[in-house]
C-alpha cells in the first residue's frame, strides 16, 4: 500500500522560508512522477510543482521561489519554499503518479504566512 505523509508546514511571516517532507511507503521516490499541489481557502486545488526521473517543473507563481527535491535513501521528497508571500497560504498536498495521472495522495500541510 502507498502512503505519502506530509510534514513542515506551520506560520511564518512574509519572506520566511520552510521546508515540506512527503515521507513514502509503498513505492520508491526514484521512480514515478512526484508533485506537491496546494489548495487555499475558496479556491481549486493548483499545481505547484513536480519532479520526473529527471526534470522538474514549476508553476509560474512559485518559480524562482520554490525548490523541489527528493532524497533517495531517505525516500522522501521536499519542497524548500523561499521568499513567502502571503498568497502561499493553502493546504499543500503531495502526489505521485505515472503518466499524466496523480493516484496517490498525502493528507495536507496547512502553511500559513502572514504579511
Known amino acids: 500500500q502507498v502512503q505519502l505523509v506530509e510534514s513542515g508546514g506551520g506560520l511564518v511571516q512574509a519572506g520566511d522560508s520552510l521546508r515540506l517532507s512527503c515521507a513514502v511507503s509503498?513505492?520508491?521516490?526514484?521512480?514515478?512522477?512526484w508533485g506537491w499541489f496546494r489548495q487555499a481557502p475558496g479556491k481549486e486545488r493548483e499545481f505547484v510543482g513536480s519532479i520526473t526521473l529527471s526534470t522538474t517543473y514549476y508553476a509560474d507563481s512559485v518559480k524562482g521561489r520554490f525548490t523541489i527535491s527528493r532524497d533517495n535513501f531517505k525516500n522522501t521528497m521536499y519542497l524548500q519554499m523561499n521568499s513567502l508571500k502571503p498568497e502561499d497560504t493553502a493546504v499543500y498536498y503531495c502526489a505521485s503518479g505515472a503518466d499524466s495521472r496523480w493516484d496517490y495522495w498525502g493528507q495536507g500541510t496547512q502553511v500559513t504566512v502572514s504579511s
Open positions: 509503498g513505492r520508491t521516490v526514484r521512480s514515478y512522477n
